[in-house]
């Protein structure tokens, strides 16, 4: 990508979409292309049509989506799989159709089977049952990496889908009924510390390992691919295998850990009670990230450094009172 290449980042707002057009920006690129939602509804497809006749972009990054935690996902089923298959249906055609040379999807790790061996591997996809809690999300994830390689197959499209494990970072979602662990969990303790309640209760029993990369150094490995010269760049795109790319950190830890590392960040002295009668989610989810090492990229924060950014990020967002200060 050149400094005037014109670049869609469709969800430009969200937690990804904004880490994106940060980096971007830092990289020099001129022509960066954004809607809110209000200015072009994704789920729209006349709407969408229009959009990709008239702007043309030369490369896109769909990162628009619907997102939440096990709360949200287990709420709201027919609205994730619903949405989610809409802006990727628009997006993808619509790119297609107007001849877009390079298009990112970003999917989700929970695309991955529930008892998948770990770490897990590209070529797991589709080996066995998903984790029931957020399958209708995991399900719409796992058609739009479908819908990549089936039009690069029949269109000779260059569309690649990248799986990131576990995000968090700069404008994250802190409402507690939408949010995933990290930004909930520094939401509790931090209100937890300023009502001076004695405990923050949290899901689960706190035994699921998970793998987490702050927002920039996701956003900084799309653009390495987005980047990458076109031998390498048509290497990625095989005919018999998923357009697919692991991007994580490559380490994980518990639930439990976790809880106290954002306690710790946060400044609470408090108890942390976990309530054994809500679920854990799929017993754990670490990405084999080799094929990115491979191709000669890593991370560039670790989870201590990025919880305290985090943090900052959080303290300075505006947010309505919680219902559920201290304790829930």
Same mark, same amino acid.
């Given at each position: 990508?050149?400094?005037?290449?014109?670049i869609?980042?469709?969800g430009?707002r969200?937690?990804?979409g904004?880490a994106?057009?940060?980096?971007?920006?830092?990289?020099?690129?001129?022509?960066?292309?954004?809607?809110?939602?209000?200015?072009?509804?994704?789920?729209?497809?006349e709407?969408?049509?229009?959009?990709?006749?008239q702007e043309?972009?030369?490369?896109?990054?769909?990162a628009?989506?619907?997102?939440?935690?096990?709360?949200?996902?287990?709420?709201y089923?027919a609205?994730?799989?619903?949405?989610?298959?809409?802006?990727?249906?628009?997006?993808?055609h619509?790119?297609?159709?107007?001849? %877009?040379?390079? +298009? $990112?999807?970003? #999917? =989700?790790?929970?695309?991955?089977?529930?008892?998948?061996?770990?770490? /897990?591997?590209? &070529?797991?996809?589709?080996?066995g049952?998903?984790?029931?809690?957020n399958?209708?999300?995991?399900?719409?994830?796992?058609?739009?990496i479908?819908m990549?390689?089936?039009?690069?197959?029949?269109?000779?499209?260059?569309?690649?889908?990248?799986?990131?494990?576990?995000?968090?970072g700069?404008?994250?979602?802190?409402?507690?009924?939408?949010?995933?662990?990290?930004?909930?969990?520094?939401?509790?303790?931090?209100?937890?510390?300023?009502?001076?309640?004695?405990?923050?209760?949290?899901?689960?029993?706190?035994?699921?390992r998970r793998?987490?990369?702050?927002?920039?150094?996701?956003?900084?490995?799309?653009?390495?691919?987005?980047?990458?010269?076109?031998?390498?760049?048509?290497?990625?795109?095989?005919?018999? %295998?998923?357009? +697919? $790319?692991?991007? #994580? =950190?490559?380490?994980?830890q518990?639930?439990?850990?976790?809880?106290? /590392?954002?306690r &710790?960040?946060v400044?609470?002295?408090?108890?942390?009670?976990?309530?054994?009668?809500k679920?854990?989610?799929?017993?754990?989810?670490?990405?084999?990230?080799?094929?990115?090492?491979?191709?000669?990229?890593?991370?560039?924060?670790?989870?201590?450094?990025?919880?305290?950014?985090?943090?900052?990020?959080?303290?300075?967002?505006?947010?309505?009172?919680?219902?559920?200060?201290?304790?829930?």
């Amino acid at each position: 990508m050149q400094d005037n290449t014109k670049i869609y980042v469709a969800g430009h707002r969200g937690l990804v979409g904004s880490a994106l057009v940060r980096v971007l920006e830092a990289k020099g690129c001129r022509n960066v292309l954004q809607r809110t939602s209000a200015e072009l509804d994704l789920t729209d497809q006349e709407a969408v049509r229009r959009f990709f006749e008239q702007e043309r972009p030369d490369s896109v990054f769909l990162a628009a989506a619907k997102v939440g935690g096990i709360l949200a996902n287990n709420t709201y089923p027919a609205q994730f799989i619903h949405v989610n298959l809409a802006i990727q249906t628009n997006v993808i055609h619509e790119a297609w159709r107007s001849g %877009v040379r390079r +298009l $990112l999807f970003l #999917g =989700s790790s929970c695309i991955f089977p529930r008892d998948c061996p770990q770490p /897990m591997k590209e &070529e797991y996809l589709l080996t066995g049952p998903l984790e029931p809690t957020n399958r209708p999300y995991a399900v719409a994830k796992i058609a739009g990496i479908e819908m990549c390689w089936a039009y690069n197959r029949e269109y000779g499209t260059r569309y690649l889908a990248v799986m990131p494990t576990n995000l968090y970072g700069p404008n994250d979602n802190y409402d507690l009924a939408g949010s995933h662990v990290i930004p909930a969990m520094i939401r509790k303790f931090h209100e937890a510390k300023v009502a001076g309640a004695p405990h923050v209760t949290l899901w689960g029993t706190g035994a699921p390992r998970r793998e987490f990369l702050h927002v920039d150094d996701l956003a900084r490995a799309c653009v390495y691919l987005m980047d990458l010269p076109e031998t390498e760049y048509a290497g990625l795109l095989k005919e018999d %295998v998923a357009p +697919l $790319l692991n991007i #994580g =950190s490559g380490e994980d830890q518990t639930i439990r850990e976790l809880a106290e /590392m954002v306690r &710790e960040t946060v400044g609470y002295q408090g108890d942390i009670v976990w309530d054994t009668g809500k679920p854990d989610g799929t017993p754990r989810k670490l990405l084999d990230v080799s094929r990115m090492r491979n191709l000669g990229w890593k991370p560039v924060l670790d989870l201590q450094e990025g919880l305290e950014m985090t943090y900052q990020d959080f303290l300075a967002t505006p947010r309505l009172p919680s219902s559920a200060t201290g304790a829930g």
